[in-house]
């Protein structure tokens, strides 16, 4: 898959709009439309995003992602697209809807076709939808395909359903609408070594900052060395402050301080809490670990 910052002109593309954040389980049906269609007329494929989330823009706000970009651009590229156009949406957010399909969509890219999620909406005040898309089809020779809603247990799949979930520490469904696990990645640093003084010893990662932050709690986790739990938290019982994911990985002894541990969440055991003694730290630990 080719990266590309700035526009260029690429004609015969089958495009697929919207910014992906999470490459949920809608977002995979509105890019694996564009990918099909381009396969089958013997096209090629691209998804048409920006650099940041427009709320960046729009409101000043930094928004907690589900995904690295990295990891994003990764699932793209294995969804099959060809071309990934993460544009400036400060240069472009001011064009209206109708402006922002002629010089952005058809100038540069002159489309096969289009897809996109049923409530797209695009340019400036959301000037732009899937009516627009519709209506203009004909006029400019693309086949417009618009998909419908991805529905878990009744719930229409979102980011922002997805974020909800997450925050409130519903794992299980949150992945079931991702279609794959929440994960978070980071280097392991060396953590006070308390947990090796009561028989279960961890790799410790500093939360990233820039992804949305789960309940501090115990999880039932999946690593790249194994099966485990996890404590995300300020661990209360020893007095902690910053908060910080330790992983305990059963049946591993090996140190890998330095090493990149990727941590994939299952399911949320229980919320964190203060013991009154180490002991009755590892009374709940060996508990927690027997559960899953």
Known sequence: MQILTELNCNPNLSLALGYFDGVHLGHKSVIKSAVDYAKHH?????????????????????PKYILTKAERQKKLEQLGVDYLYELD??????LTGEEYLKEIIIDNFKPASISTGWNHNFGYNKSG????LTTFAKKYGYKYFELEPQKINNEI??????????EIGNIKL????????FRVSGTIVAGNKIGRTIGFRTANINYPSEIIEIPYGVYSVETNYGKGIANFGVRPTINGATPVLEVHILDFEEDIYGKI????????????QKFNSLDELKMQIAADISSI
């Open 42 to 62: 013997e096209n090629k494929s691209a998804v048409i995003t920006f650099k940041e989330h427009p709320c960046c823009y729009l409101w000043g706000v930094k």
């Open 157 to 166: 799949v979102s980011s922002t359903k997805i974020r909800e979930l997450l």
């Open 129 to 132: 939808d899937t009516k627009l």
């Open 174 to 181: 949150a992945n079931k609408m991702l279609d794959f696990d």
């Open 261 to 272: 541990l990727n941590v994939s969440f299952k399911y949320m055991i229980r919320k964190e």
């Open 89 to 94: 949406f400060e240069k472009i957010y001011k």
